[in-house]
């Protein structure tokens, strides 16, 4: 009994010690806290279906933002993405609802490339494991089959 508390109390404090709880970094030079001051605004149309895209900065290579695509003949996707930016690709985690039925959120991966002013989703093939679904690896991602071409516009507020 003596020996299992020797082993657990201080396990126990070390856990409580590492964890402020916080969650945010406080360094003045961690750049993952610093966001900028304007959403960037997108806007995609191909054929009958449009996509609005808001990514917003949160240092040198984290991202969120919200997307919305309404499609003509099915349901909306709307939702939120978190990810980050490596080189001239945007890669997310995107939790969206279909349509009105909000009780179910589903959640796919995102892959954008960045040119000029531009960005272009990327189709790739999705693996899930575990309930998390990802790009598999070792099988390049095609911005070339992307249907939605987003154009920057105006933030709406």
Same mark, same amino acid.
């Given at each position: 009994?003596?020996?299992?508390?020797?082993?657990?109390?201080? %396990?126990?404090?070390? @856990?409580?010690?590492a964890c402020d709880g916080s969650?945010?970094?406080?360094?003045?030079?961690?750049? *993952? $806290?610093?966001?900028t001051a304007k959403?960037?605004?997108?806007?995609?149309?191909y054929e009958k279906d449009t996509a609005y895209l808001n990514i917003k900065t949160l240092g040198r290579?984290?991202?969120?933002?919200? %997307?919305?695509?309404? @499609?003509?003949?099915n349901p909306n996707n709307d939702g939120k993405f978190t990810g980050r930016r490596s080189? *001239? $690709?945007?890669?997310?985690?995107?939790?969206?609802?279909?349509g009105t039925y909000k009780e179910r959120i589903?959640?796919?991966?995102?892959?954008?490339?960045?040119k000029g002013d531009s960005l272009i989703l990327g189709v790739g093939e999705i693996e899930t494991k575990m309930g998390r679904s990802y790009?598999?690896?070792?099988?390049?991602?095609?911005? *070339?089959r992307g249907r939605f071409r987003f154009s920057r516009t105006e933030c709406k507020d």
């Open positions: 009994m003596k020996f299992s508390l020797l082993i657990y109390v201080p %396990l126990a404090l070390f @856990f409580f010690t969650g945010k970094k406080t360094s003045e030079n961690d750049n *993952d $806290t610093i966001s959403p960037e605004c997108y806007i995609a149309v290579e984290k991202i969120e933002g919200d %997307l919305l695509i309404q @499609f003509w003949n080189g *001239d $690709t945007l890669f997310a985690d995107y939790s969206y609802t279909v589903n959640k796919n991966p995102l892959a954008f490339l960045m790009f598999k690896p070792g099988v390049p991602i095609n911005f *070339d």
